[in-house]
Each structure stands twice: as C-alpha cells, then as structure tokens.
C-alpha cells in the first residue's frame, strides 16, 4: 500500500550583548537596573567551524596613509567588541565603576585634537552624547521610585500608574522619569550613529582591494526558543597573514528587509584564529529600542574589512535556509524521547483511537514543532504530521489518528522537524509496538539522520 500523509492540528496540549565599555554599562545600569532586566535563555552552543574557501589574492601595494593614533581612541570607545571566547562573561559593574567607565570615554573623546575633520567631528559628536548620557543616567539615580513601581519609565506603565489614584508627588516622579529616558534614548542613537561612521575613516587609509577569495570566513548562529536570546557571529582570518588595524562592518539583513549594522575593531588578527560577536536584540525605553544589534529572522550577513595589509567588501554570507536549518538541528542534538503505542479500545462514551503517547525530555521546550509518525505493518505504511505549538520539556502528549489507522503497527516511526524555521527534521526514531516507558526498550536518542 502506498504510504498516506494527512497533514493535521494536533489535539495534544500544548542568553546583555557584549559592547564597547560605555554601551555595555549603560545597558547593565541606565537600563537594566531600572527595567530589571528578565535573565537569559541558555547562550546557543558553538557552531561547526566555518567552512575553507578560497584564500584572498592581493595585488598591488598599499598607497593610502597609515591610521591616525586619534582613530584607535575612537575605535576602541564607538566598536562593538570581538571576543577570542564564547564563553567569557562580562563582570557586573557597580555605580562608581560604571560612572568611572563613562568618564572615561568622555575623557578619550575630549582628548581627541586630530587634523582630520572626520575624526575630529566624531570626537566631538560621541563626547557631548557620551557626557548627556552621563548626565541622564546622574537624573535618573535622583529620581525615587513611586511605591511598587519598578519599570518606572516605560511609557505605557506610567500611563496606567498616573491613571490610577496617585498624589501629586507620584505624577512628577513619573514625567521626570520619561524625560530622562527620552535624553537616554537621544544620546544612545548619536553613539550609535557615530560607530556607524568610522568605515568612513578607515576606508581612507586601508591597503589593496582583495582580487579574488575571501579575507573573511563567515559564520552565523541565530537564538531560537530555548537558545539565546542573544545572536552569535563567527568570523575567521582567512588570509595567510597577520591583520593590523582592522575595522570590521557586519550588517545583518532580516525577513522583512529591515537591516541592523555593526562595527568592531582589532588592533591585530592572526591567520586562521576565530573572534565572535554576541548580538543582542536591545532594550526598550519608552516607544524605542536602543542598543539593538540583530534583527529578526536573518538572512542574510554582509561583512566588509579594512586594514593595513587589505581592503575587502561585500563579503556575503546566506543564513536563510540550509544553515538555518543545521543550526536548528543541531540546537536538538540532545533531544530524548520516550514513546509507547496507544492501542483502540472501546469506550462507554468515547473509544480511545490508535496513537502514540510521547515524552519529551533534553531541552527546555520545543517552539511549534512538526512530529510527523510513520506506520508499519508488513507492507501496510501509513502516516500524519501534527503541529504543536509548543512542547515543554517533560510534558507528556498523545497523538491520536482519530480512527484513521485501522489497524496495529509492528512499528512506528517519529520524526520533529520544524517547517517554519526550514527544517524538516531534527530528531528521528522507530519503536516497535511493544516498547514501553517501564523498560530500556523505550529509550531512543535520535539524531537528524
């Protein structure tokens, strides 16, 4: 007989970003403070190393100036920082830490006297939005909460706080709240758009242009249900030679157009090392986001590179599809579940039809899962998918064919796939009709083959 699909609703029921210093505390502290921050999903766990392609060939001999030393100031308060590890974690700051590190990047910024006009207008630019944001941060410390309210400058909480009873007092603690925000959010867009500005710079004084290969490896890991919340970047020195001053432009192109850019710096990139890139989606204040890194549903991620030894741009990287797909297949690696088969019986009001009862164990929850079950008997093949909108771990369901199996397996297989991020299977296991969930029998750990 020729196998049957019937495709179904089931009736079961159903990892702050690492910044340059003054965006990183300003995050941990004119933020998450106030906001409470919720904690993060585990980090997702480290992709396969970048696949080889060809190595950059370089004619030419570099004719540009070198970096001016004002630029390496710049670069290292506006960048996003590169990190040699996963798996390091920034330390919490305290207040006066906090405060010492602002100060500090006022203080590089001031210090800037440098004969290029680019340098010199971004200097001035990030100093006056780097002491504003000093000075909005100071306010907000002197505001005092209104009793019980703890999120006291999102917009629409202090909308329902003020029309609820409340004094006089309560009412100007919130508008003083709103108007700090507002010049946090304010001086937050003008650092960011200064980083943007510093490929400008770079590009005046980098080496040749890349002929052909790729200076640049690419790889992209993106958060999905359990694994985040934050997005991980790979980049990979391709070149046979050590990189000296490299700015480094990453922008990330989502499902619906929307785009998202980040710039990093290193003073040097030995051949063949790896540095990574934790993206984060930002955080609200008021209608805004700021110190947002990523975007959603990525694409694709477009790299460009200048230094002293090379210029290269447009390196392109396609995330949409096949990694997407690996990546999500590989984030259920540890998946386990337990089935046992739910035979037909007769019932006094309803009878119990043919089925599977599944558990699933090894990861937090799935999102919207596609279980789809095969059945077997001799050369009977029968199957159906279910859609689940979510699948915690530990939770029991129970897949019924609704009276459409008419008859016992001698086995069955299960197959989790998820067709709305691509992939359509990361888990894959056969039972026999005997397995139970009280012997070893039952145990299979499945794989996406």
Partial sequence: MPMVYCSERGTAAAPKARQSRYRTTLAAFAIGVLLMLPSCKPASPAGPAPSPVEKP?????????????????????????????????????????????????????????????DIRFLAQEAAEAAAELRQAWLGLLDVPAPPGAVEVFIEGFIRGFIGMPVDTTEIDIAVASITEARVVVRSARRLEAASLLLPRVARKHAGPTVKSGQAVVIDFDEAWGPIGPDDWLTLRNNSNH???????????????????????FLSSWQPGTDVFAEYGNGVEILDKTVFRQTVSRVQEVTVSLWCDELTQEGVRHVYEGEERANDVARYCKNIKLKARYQPFKDGLLFDTHRGVRLLMEGIPFLPQPQITIIFRRGDDVKGWNWDIERWDDGEEITLNTDGKLAWDPDDYTVIVGFPSVGCEQAYKATWKKSDTYDGVPWLRTGGAG
Avoid: M
Wanted: some cysteine; overall charge negative; aromatic content about 4%.
């Fill in 57 to 117: 060939t370089i004619t030419g001999q570099r004719s540009n100036p070198p970096l001016p030393p004002d630029y390496f100031k710049l670069a290292d308060q506006l960048s996003t920082e590169l990190l040699s590890d996963r798996s390091a974690q920034d330390a919490e700051l305290s207040e006066p830490q906090f405060l010492a590190e602002i100060n500090a990047a006022i203080l590089d910024f001031q210090s800037i006297r440098s004969t290029d006009p």
């Fill in 242 to 264: 050590t990189l000296h001053n490299v700015t480094i432009d990453v922008a990330l192109r989502g499902q619906s157009n929307e785009t998202c850019k980040n710039i990093h």
